[in-house]
């Protein structure tokens, strides 16, 4: 299944694969090698050259268990991309609050 070319999603992982946290080191490099090609054959822009690359489609839209490394990571590289990433900050208060806060402040108490 390699390309020829190495495989990267600079929009979802700019970091690369291996750095993101999501990938192991082998199925990083899977992503990278054969990348391009399970991306082809997902979207069905290339038809399948063998009986390994037909298992491939039928595990990624789920005809068959997903069981080849290919079909596990591609399911979970779909995964990391279709989720929504929750990010927190530090300070968690409102600019509502924050004006409220400093009217309070400036008030003048006559005595």
Not at 23 to 37: N, V, W
Not at 40 to 56: I, R, S
Request: proline share 2%; aromatic share 10%; with cysteine.
């Amino acid at each position: 299944m390699f390309s020829g070319q190495k495989f990267f999603d600079d929009r979802h992982f700019p970091k690369g694969f291996t750095r993101s946290g999501c990938f192991t080191i082998k199925e990083a490099q899977l992503l990278e090698s054969c990348g391009r090609t399970m991306k082809a054959l997902f979207e069905g822009v290339q038809e399948p050259a063998n009986e390994d690359e037909q298992k491939f489609i039928d595990e990624v839209n789920g005809r068959r268990a997903a069981e080849s490394d290919y079909g596990k990571c591609w399911l979970k590289y779909l995964k990391e991309i279709n989720h929504k990433h929750v990010r927190y900050n530090l300070c968690s208060t409102s600019r509502r609050n924050s004006e409220d806060h400093h009217e309070s402040d400036s008030l003048e108490i006559d005595e």
